[in-house]
């Protein structure tokens, strides 16, 4: 990243560490459904202070400028880490550039449920961030400087609290994503319902409910990522293709039997189980 500096744009030797932490949290939030909260960062070190844009001040640039997208994605599993590659194309200037990025599975002594969702949007931000222009990125970062001083010199305002806790905010990230990605996966052969009896045979559930925070998180992160690449959302539409016919394979046909007083009942005590194991997108 640059600092700007009497017109210049400064290399920045910053401590990556500290921009990596404000870039964890914002894919963090994005995944859990809350609101991003920093689109650039400052702080001092050696004597002066370094600013730049953060994972989400670099999308907004690209937005601003208008023509960037990622046209590759690549990813390898290591016993240790992820590492993912990304190609990042100037549609205007038919320039493009990689970036790539590994992240850690472990966050300290934790397994991180976000480290493959995390090394995906940092090599697109590596290469989304080299075809930036520098006008770009300065009203961008002036902006979001400007506004960030602005909330710090304004009075603090009472937060609300969040209701439902974690899991209701991983829940409606995954809602969210499997809901814009509905069209998409229409359009390859994949309907809500598939990816439902996907999501209830990967996670060995019978309903949403039955689901834990970690596994809402693991797959919003699923989602997103085949949200941002053709090629993993090409992967996850095999999986599910494949889970599927494996499943219609392996079914059994029910005999029919005369409905009775008993059955009546029994009949609609399975309507309400299969309203609860309906696809909640």
Same mark, same amino acid.
């Given at each position: ?55 989400? #001040? ?105 209701? #439902? ?117």
């Amino acid at each position: 990243m640059a600092e700007e500096k009497k017109d210049e744009m400064v290399p920045v030797t910053a401590e990556y560490e500290v921009v990596d932490q404000v870039d964890d949290q914002a894919i963090i939030e994005l995944m859990t459904g809350q609101t991003i909260q920093d689109y650039v960062y400052s702080f001092k070190q050696g004597g002066r202070t370094v600013e730049g844009l953060t994972l989400a #001040g670099i999308n907004e640039a690209a937005n601003r400028r208008g023509g960037i997208q990622i046209e590759e994605v690549k990813y390898e599993e290591r016993d240790h880490s992820w590492i993912a590659t990304a190609k990042a194309v100037d549609t205007i200037t038919g320039s493009s550039r990689y970036g790539a990025y590994e992240q850690p599975k472990m966050a300290g002594s934790r397994q991180d449920p976000f480290a493959f969702t995390k090394a995906i949007h940092k090599a697109q931000r590596n290469a989304i961030k080299q075809l930036i222009p520098v006008p770009v990125i300065r009203e961008v970062l002036n902006f979001y400087l400007h506004r960030k001083t602005q909330n710090a010199n304004a009075a603090p305002q009472p937060q609300l609290p969040q209701t #439902g806790g974690n899991i209701a905010n991983a829940q409606k990230a995954a809602f969210a994503i499997a809901n814009n990605l509905a069209d998409p996966l229409e359009k390859k052969g994949v309907t809500k319902a598939n990816l439902w009896d996907y999501i209830k045979r990967k996670y060995s559930v019978e309903s949403r409910n039955d689901m834990t925070e970690m596994q809402w998180t693991q797959l919003a992160a699923e989602l997103k990522a085949a949200e941002t690449s053709a090629k993993l959302l090409d992967e996850l539409c095999e999986r599910i293709k494949q889970l599927t016919a494996a499943s219609q394979e392996s079914e059994v046909p029910t005999p029919k039997r005369a409905e009775t007083p008993e059955t009546a009942s029994d009949n609609d005590t399975q309507t309400e189980t299969k309203q609860d194991q309906a696809p909640p997108f």
